[in-house]
């Protein structure tokens, strides 16, 4: 990679790079706004959460992209197939240094994160498990530019380890086989399933790791999705910048890509959210540190641009009947008195009403 | 030890604090933006600046040991000479990383406390976990508070008590009752437009409102409150460092005499697993030149002896270095405390290479609730045990 952006040729590079990051971001959100099935949608954007990997450090776009592909192809497959296919993944690989890892002087960050964030959750291993499971997985390298991932025998562990009580000789296939086998990993999944789609305040029952046993993610998505927490009105959660974003341009169908790029991106990014550059491998923050002032400022920014471009025909109705019609549109189950209050001083104009709406309490936080 | 409670959801979960951060007190944005206005900081007050440093930065490449032989050979890759630091002292055998000539002056005019060795018992290698800890001041999983944010629960309700610089709210400043406001370094932009003269009303609690609505609606009275009062102020222009844009607008609302007592600023990307020289080096020396520019600025105006900045991270980082010439997680690290009033120089003492934990990592000596502790006590004039309940030791270095 020419480091050197200062010669013409390093500039070139630099720009195409930059050009490729934003053009794979715009890619996503277009798809998320399109998507024929958004539950896969969904999904993946929730994956891309728990295997955070952010292009700040990978730079080319290529190896995102294709981590993406796999993660949507096993959105609502089977966690195991997606585990191994991600512990062989080249972003995710670069990401926590698996480059540095070395049979004479192991690199933990793979082995440490893989255990606590992606697969069983903290204090759920030893020191001696992240040592064994980093000795587990040298021997793999990336090709940057393309996220290929080779595996180079001589370069691995071949000599028996113990990991989590389990004492053998391992690879990456053979980690992910181990980490997703054990029971902890269905409860560890499970948790991040309801904490991110039902509640940051409550525990799921029993039931739902028992969903995921088999580790299908579609089971435990169904489980969660039939469960009386699910409609329960106590359980909300606010929308994230791209959750809220998406959602947005999907009602008033608005293709992402349609609007001012740079601003877009930018305004997602001041709120604290980019597609494809979580801040750090524990994924992005949740709840109430969207809610911020700064974040309004730039919600408003992006909402009347969505406006300006959108369609409100669902409001041609009575101007009586445009309040409750902005709600049904917008999937909001009752407006506030303070919002309807609000929004009934707002009806000599479409466009103003849907974006009080959009920016509403009501419609930040998912009831 | 942590308890087995504590997992990364209960940390997201308290970073979110829906439950627990509900607004006592409202008042409309005019209210705050006119007491704001009448009610200046009072000169002499004291006020913190708390930097956070994301990541675990090395505590053994920032205050170096560079004339410990055993340091220089365990990790020789990564190890700093004779010639790449500024030496503290003549006697302590201890130096300044030289990306840090600002700090290093500053401790040269005994305005630096650096506590060494500072972490908690049975330290976690986990970033989450051991940030969770530090923001909470609490060992217990059960902690569902800042320890800034339970300083603010004690303070009467208004948004200007405690001020994060950025668009999401750090857990430290996150109370049972309160929490900080927000500003960011994009500068303070109020909606316009005809839809602008309604959108205030959308700021006010509605009594059907949910924990999390309510704090949808009061960040629309912040952004106002926040806007009328700091936002001719706040403007800054990319300059390249992050923390020097952050701390620049820090040092422009102290010295404006905003009411604020604390202030939250942070930089990420010190977990140098791989190329660590390099990658700290820059980051050390953005932090100390807008540390240094920061202090000059405050100096010139009212509060210029009021002013103690804390730095610190969740973790230093291990002894040996690895192959891939950076370091894995890590144990105790060096606390910086600056400031016109501080009683600078070395409290604790530099953690022996040799006499290492179990994990390889360097022993715990002050622990850094004694830290806060002081800090509670001396800047922020509070009881520290009604902030950190059960913690009675206490570091005073202000």
Redesign the interface.
């Known amino acids: 990679m020419p480091e050197d952006g200062s010669s013409p040729a390093g500039k070139a590079f630099w720009n195409a790079i930059y050009a490729g990051q934003t053009a794979t971001v715009s890619w996503w959100l277009d798809r998320m706004y399109a998507a024929d099935y958004p539950l896969t949608e969904r999904m993946t954007w929730f994956w891309h959460g728990h295997w955070a990997t952010a292009v700040s450090k990978i730079f080319y776009p290529l190896p995102m992209y294709k981590q993406n592909v796999t993660l949507r192809k096993n959105a609502l497959g089977n966690f195991h197939d997606m585990t191994r296919a991600m512990v062989v993944d080249g972003a995710f690989n670069y990401w926590?240094?698996n480059?540095?890892?070395?049979v004479?002087?192991?690199?933990?960050?793979m082995a440490?994160e893989l255990m606590?964030?992606m697969t069983l959750?903290?204090?759920e291993f030893s020191?001696n498990d992240?040592r064994g499971a980093a000795h587990a997985l040298t021997g793999y390298s990336t090709n940057l530019a393309t996220g290929a991932v080779g595996f180079d025998a001589s370069q691995h562990y071949d000599k028996p380890v113990a990991i989590l009580g389990r004492r053998g000789k391992f690879n990456a296939d053979s980690l992910a086989d181990l980490l997703v086998s054990r029971e902890q990993n269905a409860r560890?999944i499970t948790?991040?399933l309801w904490?991110r789609f039902v509640s940051?305040?409550t525990k799921p029952p029993a039931s739902l790791a028992g969903a995921f046993s088999g580790r299908d993610i579609n089971s435990a998505v169904r489980a969660l999705v039939y469960s009386p927490a699910w409609s329960s009105p106590a359980n909300?959660?606010?929308k994230s910048p791209v959750e809220w974003f998406i959602g947005a341009c999907r009602a008033l169908r608005v293709r992402p890509s349609s609007l001012n790029q740079g601003n877009t991106q930018w305004s997602l990014n001041?709120?604290?959210q980019i597609p494809f550059n979580p801040?750090?491998?524990?994924g992005w923050?949740?709840?109430?540190?969207?809610?911020?002032?700064?974040?309004?400022?730039?919600r408003?920014?992006l909402a009347?641009s969505i406006v300006t471009a959108g369609d409100l025909s669902p409001l041609s109705v009575p101007k009586s009947h445009m309040v409750q019609a902005c709600a049904d549109w917008l999937g909001v189950p009752?407006w506030?008195?303070?919002?309807a209050?609000?929004l009934n001083?707002?009806t000599s104009?479409a466009?103003?009403l849907v974006?009080?709406a959009l920016?509403?309490?009501?419609y930040?936080?998912s009831? | 030890m942590i308890t087995c409670e504590f997992n990364r959801r209960r940390f997201l979960q308290w970073t979110g604090a829906s439950a627990f951060a509900t607004m006592a007190t409202q008042l409309t944005w005019d209210d705050l933006a006119n007491a704001a206005n009448s009610s200046p900081l009072a000169a002499s007050t004291p006020i913190l600046v708390i930097i956070t440093l994301y990541g675990g930065n090395d505590g053994l490449n920032t205050v170096v040991p560079y004339t410990d032989p055993t340091y220089q050979s365990i990790r020789s890759n990564i190890a700093l000479s004779a010639t790449d630091v500024l030496p503290l002292d003549t006697s302590s055998g201890l130096g300044f990383n030289s990306q840090m000539p600002m700090i290093s002056a500053l401790y040269g005019q005994n305005k630096v406390a650096i506590v060494l060795g500072t972490s908690y018992p049975n330290p976690s290698l986990s970033h989450f976990s051991s940030m969770a800890i530090w923001q909470s001041a609490s060992l217990d999983a059960s902690a569902t508070s800042g320890w800034i944010g339970r300083w603010l629960d004690r303070q009467p309700h208004s948004p200007f008590s405690a001020i994060g610089i950025g668009s999401t709210l750090p857990p430290l400043m996150v109370g049972e009752q309160s929490v900080a406001s927000m500003v960011d370094v994009g500068g303070i932009g109020l909606p316009w437009g005809p839809v602008a003269s309604i959108l205030p009303r959308m700021g006010v609690p509605s009594p059907s409102d949910g924990p999390l609505e309510k704090a949808a609606a009061t960040s629309i009275s912040d952004l106002y409150a926040t806007a009328k009062t700091l936002g001719p102020l706040v403007s800054t222009s990319p300059t390249g460092s992050f923390m020097s844009e952050q701390l620049s607008i820090v040092s422009t609302l102290i010295n404006a005499n905003v009411p604020t007592r604390v202030w939250e600023v942070n930089l990420s990307s010190f977990d140098t697993h791989t190329g660590e020289v390099n990658d700290q080096n820059e980051l050390l020396a953005e932090v100390d030149a807008a540390v240094g520019a920061f202090m000059t600025a405050i100096g010139s105006g009212a509060h210029a002896n009021d002013v103690t900045v804390m730095v610190y991270s969740e973790f230093g980082r291990r002894v040996m270095s690895n192959a891939g010439q950076g370091t894995d997680h890590g144990t105790s690290a060096p606390v910086f405390i600056i400031g016109n009033s501080v009683k600078g120089g070395l409290y604790g003492e530099q953690p022996s290479l040799t006499s290492l934990d179990v994990n390889g990592n360097l022993q715990v000596v002050t622990d850094f609730r004694s830290v806060y502790s002081g800090l509670l006590e001396n800047v922020l004039g509070t009881t520290a045990s009604d902030v950190i309940p059960g913690w009675n030791k206490t570091l005073s270095v202000v």
């Open positions: 926590l240094d480059e540095e890892n070395y004479t002087s192991p690199n933990e960050n440490r606590e964030l959750g903290v204090n020191q992240v560890y948790d991040r904490f940051g305040t909300s959660l606010v001041q709120m604290g801040p750090n491998v524990g923050p949740y709840g109430e540190a969207w809610l911020s002032g700064v974040a309004f400022q730039y408003f920014d009347q009752a506030s008195p303070r919002t209050s609000t001083s707002a104009s466009s103003e974006t009080a920016l509403s309490p009501e930040v936080v009831a």
